[in-house]
């Protein structure tokens, strides 16, 4: 059966050329195949990357923009912060000074308004866009610089978008606004051009208002083009879309571009204009043709192997037929002796075979003419066999070419495939790679990975901040050449640690003796001294890297700079022991060093130590007359006085306030301390320079001496307390040593205080009066309200034993409530006794805490009010030294009291200071005359001349005298003589209950005691 006629006549007639010819199909169409989608994989990936390349350069982009927004904010709070801009503000000299800093805002604009909003000095780059950057005066952004708002952010005006921030001045004494620094950047080609050069990308810029493009496109002449973008519509981003996004391959002038676009926003996330990074696909069409060219000559070299292939294969079928075909026609010619030399062993060879042996019998038959039919005979059937077999192997053949060619044919498609599984597995293997190096890069830590054999394989761009070794130099190195950065050597770094068995550990755990190890990870921290010409704590962490089949492949580890961190925990640990004013040591610090002292003498009774507690005398009078900062001054200066003083293994220590403490550790003998606290009183007593004054304090000093005997800090601190509080009642400006004698009279006065709150509490007060006598008729002229304690257990006690502790604890003003209220009473009483006389006045002591309270005045008026006393009749009685301790305060005290109805008396009048100062300053409507000087009339002419002398003075200003203590008749005699009426005393009544003074105010006369 024969081939189509369709078919050319050098295919029917051959078998080899069929052969070649399905040989050669096959391989053209696999190849063909094969590169098509090669081809078409090839396409898609070049347009991929240049889509990554143009988000990449738009990113790019963004971060040059956002480094400019923070360079322009920088530049303008550093201009403002200046001192010459903040103390001449719009002085002539500001336009020098803008231009000295032009290294601060070159290419930019500077300008400074003053608090009212007027420009008054500009400065700038001259490229035609400063002055059109000029910034309008009444911007928003500039009004809320002026309330103390800066901002920084993209504006955009008639000349195009710009960056402009804005910093508010402040008055370097005030703080107040004086105005306003702005400093603008524009944004245009110039600075796309910039961007271009850096990135290799070209860059478009659409203001989204006006629609204006300014782009990095040129012509062939070397313009600018901005027209024939394929661009998105304005407003046409999302929100979202404030990120960069690939717009794929897009048309535009000269050619198609890969796009990347990204709104850039003002501070209210509104649009302001669209940039836009552009790629040429020119790198695209040259990989097509590059790869057309390759696809081309693969072609061409895969047809030439089919055809030598297809050669090869064809004639090892068809040259044994073609041999044995040539043999049987000489056979047919009559040429017996042919014989086929064919030596195979496949059907072929046994074609051959059979034809020899047919030959041979042929020619043995050629012997007898008698057996000649039988030769013809059995020749016609071996022919015929050998045509079966013939026809047989013909169909073999045509089976194993059949075979063969399926054979090939699935081998191509299974290369085919292999080829394309490569390709693929390659792709994916660099884009792996890709995401963990992007990976890499994104963390914030420094981190390098090396491989099993301590090369290093990554380093990112974390690692290159920090070390200053760039990528390149480093990966691929081994032989620890990573410690170099570190080290400055080349030695085993913690990441080695994981890469080698636990067992071998040990001979590294010397070089990190505080590692930690969390699994397989390990964790450290150290200290290096030359990273980067700077000593700098890090903190490492290492961990392997293992294979899918478990075994460790690497190793990476992660570093960060923790050196700001460590000098803030040093810091704050100073500061938890340490007083931030003055630097000493605080509670905490000086106690743990006293309990260990305390230990140290306890163990060893020839370990002797000190503790001075000292207070400065008066602090708060200077605190609150000259200021903190003056206080402030003074205390730095005593801490360091009292560091020059002790040794160096003693311990000063500001305990707050005032209040310091000073530790003599391992002191030879008492005297030790005693010397260097009077050192210490000395050096106190030394003025101290501020601002041009000299400052004068003193301090009082409580010693408490130990060998043992104590077994805390706090009883030490307590007993050096007391002694410096007894110091201070001595008289201010000494030291004390502590004894036994010394707690109990403490205890003793906390027993005090504590009973006397509780008779606060509990009502346990009365008061007595004291008549007010006109001693030449005996009249009755007022009544002074004295207060007494009904002790439960002492008795009746006078103000001398209670009212100092009083003052301290701070119950006098309840106290003193309680008498307001209980004497208005009491004179309302004895008031209604007298119907159409005048009032009896009523005397209350003021002490120096009530007088200094700022509702002295309202609580003594709502105690008259309710009580209904007689207005005018209420007399207050405050010292000479009550009134000269804050002369401010008393005259307003004064004066509030003489609002509200009440009168000032005097008293103890000549026992304080400056008494002519307190008569001509303040208005004093009564003088009491000390006791002591009434007593010293007795005692010799001088005292009877200096109570002449008094009562003088109040007859000049016109003021009522009281003398007080009358004790004797010829007292009451020469003060009568002198013209001194008024008196009391217990010559003329003792201070009575408040019966017996209401049955005295019924008579209005008292009569004279005797004895």
Not at 747 to 754: A, G, I, S
């Amino acid at each position: 059966m024969g081939l189509n006629p369709i078919f050319p006549s050098w295919l029917r007639k051959s078998v080899r050329n069929r052969l070649m010819a399905v040989l050669l199909l096959v391989v053209v169409a696999t190849v063909s195949l094969a590169t098509m989608a090669n081809m078409l994989i090839h396409l898609r990936r070049m347009e991929a990357d240049l889509n990554g390349q143009s988000v990449a350069a738009l990113h790019e982009a963004q971060n040059a923009l956002l480094r400019l927004l923070r360079q322009a904010e920088t530049t303008a709070r550093h201009l403002a912060g200046l001192s010459e801009v903040r103390g001449d503000l719009g002085g002539p000299a500001m336009e020098n000074l803008l231009d000295e800093a032009r290294p601060l805002w070159f290419l930019g604009r500077v300008e400074v308004f003053d608090k009212n909003g007027r420009r008054v000095a500009t400065a700038g780059f001259d490229d035609g866009q400063g002055q059109q950057a000029a910034t309008p005066l009444d911007s928003p952004a500039l009004k809320n610089a002026l309330d103390l708002i800066g901002s920084t952010d993209f504006h955009v005006d008639a000349s195009g978008l710009s960056i402009k921030a804005f910093a508010p001045v402040l008055a370097p004494a005030t703080m107040q606004i004086e105005g306003v620094v702005a400093v603008s950047y524009p944004v245009g080609a110039t600075q796309l051009t910039a961007l271009k050069d850096q990135v290799r990308a070209d860059f478009a810029l659409r203001w989204d208002a006006s629609g204006s493009i300014a782009s990095t496109l040129v012509d062939e002449q070397g313009g600018s083009v901005a027209l024939g973008l394929d661009l998105p519509a304005p407003g046409s981003l999302e929100r979202d879309q404030a990120q960069a996004v690939s717009l794929g391959i897009r048309s535009g002038p000269g050619g198609s571009y890969a796009m990347a676009v990204a709104s850039l926003r003002d501070n209210q996330g509104r649009p302001v204009a669209t940039l836009m990074a552009l790629m040429n696909d020119g790198s695209i069409r040259q990989g097509i043709r590059d790869t057309t060219r390759l696809v081309l000559l693969s072609v061409a070299v895969a047809l030439l192997l089919a055809l030598a292939l297809g050669f090869v294969v064809a004639n090892s079928f068809t040259r044994p037929i073609q041999v044995l075909r040539v043999a049987i026609q000489k056979l047919a010619q009559g040429r017996l002796d042919t014989r086929v030399g064919v030596a195979r062993e496949d059907e072929l060879g046994q074609l051959a075979a059979g034809f020899n042996d047919m030959a041979e019998h042929m020619e043995a038959a050629r012997g007898g003419i008698i057996s000649a039919l039988e030769i013809k005979e059995s020749y016609a059937r071996e022919l015929e066999a050998s045509n079966e077999k013939l026809a047989r192997f013909n169909q073999e053949l045509e089976g194993v070419v059949e075979a063969r060619t399926n054979e090939l044919t699935q081998r191509n498609r299974t290369l085919t495939r292999e080829i394309e599984e490569r390709h693929m597995a390659d792709r994916l293997l660099k884009e792996s790679e890709q995401r963990f190096m992007d990976i890499l890069d994104f963390l914030p830590d420094a981190t390098m990975v090396i491989d099993r054999a301590g090369r290093v394989i990554a380093w990112n761009r974390a690692i290159v901040e920090l070390t200053g070794v760039p990528a390149q130099d480093i990966v691929g190195q081994g032989d620890y050449a990573y410690s170099l950065p570190f080290y400055g050597e080349r030695r085993p770094a913690l990441i080695d640690m994981v890469l080698t068995s636990e067992a071998d550990n040990p001979a590294l755990e010397p070089l990190y003796p505080g590692v930690v190890r969390m699994g397989h990870t390990l964790r450290t921290e150290i200290s290096v001294q030359s990273l980067r010409s700077r000593p700098a704590n890090l903190s490492v962490i290492a961990t392997p890297l293992f294979h899918s089949e478990g075994h460790v492949i690497g190793a990476i580890e992660s570093i960060r700079d923790i050196t700001e961190r460590v000098k803030t925990q040093k810091k704050l640990s100073h500061h938890a022991l340490h007083d931030i004013l003055t630097g000493l040591a605080n509670r905490a610090l000086f106690s743990n060093r006293l309990e260990h002292s305390i230990k140290r003498s306890q163990r060893s009774p020839d370990h002797r130590l000190a503790v001075l507690l000292l207070d400065l005398d008066r602090f708060k009078r200077i605190n609150d007359t000259l200021g903190h900062m003056v206080g402030d001054v003074l205390l730095t200066t005593v801490a360091r006085r009292l560091e020059a003083v002790v040794r160096d293994v003693d311990t000063v220590a500001r305990l707050g306030g005032d209040e310091f403490v000073v530790l003599l550790d391992g002191i030879a003998a008492p005297r030790d301390a005693i010397r260097i606290a009077g050192r210490i009183l000395e050096d106190v007593r030394h003025p101290v320079q501020v601002g041009g004054s000299d400052i004068h304090t003193s301090a009082s000093i409580g010693i408490v001496l130990s060998s043992g005997e104590y077994e805390s800090a706090d009883d030490l601190l307590r007993d050096a307390d007391i002694a410096m509080y007894r110091a201070k009642d001595l008289g201010r400006g000494r030291y004390k040593v502590f004894h036994s004698g010394l707690r109990d009279k403490a205890m003793r006065h906390m027993t005090l205080e504590t009973e006397l709150r509780l008779a606060v509490e509990g009502g346990d007060f009365e008061l007595l009066y004291q008549p007010i006598v006109n001693m030449r008729t005996n009249e009755l002229t007022g009544l002074e309200a004295l207060l007494r304690w009904r002790h439960k257990v002492r008795g009746l006690l006078p103000p001398s034993e209670f009212l100092a502790a009083a003052e301290e604890c701070g119950l006098m003003l309840p106290l003193g409530r309680w008498v307001f209220g209980q004497a208005c009473e009491d004179a309302a009483r004895w008031q209604k006794l007298q119907p159409g006389a005048p009032p009896l006045p009523l005397h209350i002591n003021v002490s120096g805490r009530q007088f200094s309270h700022a509702d002295l005045a309202e609580s003594l008026a709502q105690a008259m009010a309710s009580s209904g006393v007689a207005p005018g009749s209420v007399l207050v009685e405050i010292t000479e030294n009550e009134l000269m301790s804050d002369p401010r305060t008393a005259a307003r005290r004064l004066w509030q009291l003489r609002e509200n109805g009440v009168r000032v008396g005097l008293d103890d009048f000549g026992s304080g200071y400056s008494s002519l100062f307190s008569l001509q300053q303040y208005a004093i409507d009564v003088l009491k005359v000390d006791m002591r000087f009434v007593a010293g009339m007795e005692q010799g002419r001088q005292g009877l001349h200096i109570v002449q002398a008094i009562l003088s003075l109040a007859s000049g200003l016109g003021l009522d005298v009281v003398a007080e203590g009358v004790e004797t008749a010829p007292q009451r005699d020469q003060l009568l003589a002198l013209g001194c009426t008024l008196g009391q005393g217990h010559l003329l009544a003792r201070p009575l209950p408040l019966a017996e003074a209401l049955d005295l105010v019924r008579k209005n006369r008292v009569g004279e005691r005797q004895g």
